[in-house]
Structures are given as structure tokens and as C-alpha cells.
């Protein structure tokens, strides 16, 4: 099996593991599903109430949505600046749809200072795991770097791992 495959089956499986684990806990699973009826019915403030605490206590998935929420103005301003550093958040721990959003935003500056090597890593990381669009805007990215630094974003993504929640 080359090293490829085996990488992006070794982050597929940690992913998974780390996603599975985001709601363990019953009260923060409770929570959690307070805010997802929240943003059903548009009230984001309630949304925002309940997701907050566990962001901020590290769950994964509280942090991704509010990166959403910030990403998309959902009952506030669009701040791109905390989109990105809630999604760095969910996606130094693994979940997926952060990874991507990461790799995009570090790709165009958007948010974040654009670092193209560090974009690539995150892209990377995506398209191991299927991630729809992550191997399209890695071509594009890719276009505008040097080979060298392309090899850079995929020795990161080779060594990358997720973190747990402090």
C-alpha cells in the first residue's frame, strides 16, 4: 500500500474516531442538539447560547458551527477572522468540513494571512478524506506555487495529526 493511501486511510479512521467521540458526553450532546434545533428554526441567538460554552470547552463541533455561523453572518456580522479561528479549532481536531474551510481560507487570504504552503496541507488533508471540491481548489493552488513548496504542504499533511480538546 503506498504511503498515500495509507495516510489518508490513517485520517479517515482518526476523523471518524474523533467525530464519534465530539458528543459523548449526554449534556453537551443535549446542548449541542439545543443549538442545531436553534439554527433550524433561525434563532441564532439561542444557537449562539448554546454552542458557545462548548466551543470554548473544545468541542469540535460547537467550534466548526460557529465558525459557520461566523462565516455566513447568521445572526451577527460576516467576521471572517473568527470564522477562521473557530474552524482552526475544529480542525486541528479533526473535523472535516473544518479542515476544508481552513485549507480554502489559508489558500485566499481570506480571514488569515494567506499562506499557500500551510493551504495545501489543509486541502490535502481534505481530499484524503473525499472531502467534495477540496481536489479542485488544490489543483487551482497548486497552479500558483512552486514544486517546492507544494512538497512543504504535503510533508505537513503527511504529518499531520488531530488534537484532542483541552
Not at 51 to 73: C, H, K, Y
Not at 111 to 116: A, C, F, H, R
Not at 122 to 137: D, H, I
Amino acid at each position: 500500500m503506498n504511503r498515500h493511501v495509507l495516510s489518508a486511510c490513517k485520517t479517515a479512521l482518526i476523523l471518524s474516531l474523533s467525530g464519534f467521540l465530539i458528543l459523548s458526553a449526554g449534556a453537551a450532546r443535549a446542548d449541542f442538539a439545543a443549538g442545531v434545533t436553534a439554527v433550524l428554526a433561525e434563532d441564532y441567538e439561542t444557537a449562539m447560547k448554546e454552542w458557545l460554552p462548548l466551543a470554548e470547552q473544545g468541542v469540535a463541533g460547537a467550534q466548526s458551527n460557529i465558525g459557520d455561523m461566523f462565516s455566513n453572518g447568521l445572526g451577527m456580522e460576516r467576521d471572517n477572522a473568527q470564522a477562521f479561528f473557530w474552524h482552526l479549532k475544529a480542525a486541528d481536531q479533526g473535523v472535516v468540513k473544518s479542515i476544508f474551510f481552513v485549507g480554502a481560507a489559508l489558500a485566499a487570504g481570506q480571514g488569515v494571512e494567506k499562506d499557500l504552503v500551510q493551504g495545501t496541507k489543509w486541502l490535502l488533508l481534505a481530499k484524503r478524506v473525499g472531502f467534495p471540491n477540496a481536489e479542485q481548489v488544490l489543483s487551482l493552488l497548486s497552479q500558483s506555487m512552486s514544486p517546492e513548496d507544494a512538497a512543504e504542504g504535503e510533508r505537513l499533511a503527511d504529518e499531520w495529526s488531530p488534537t484532542t480538546a483541552d
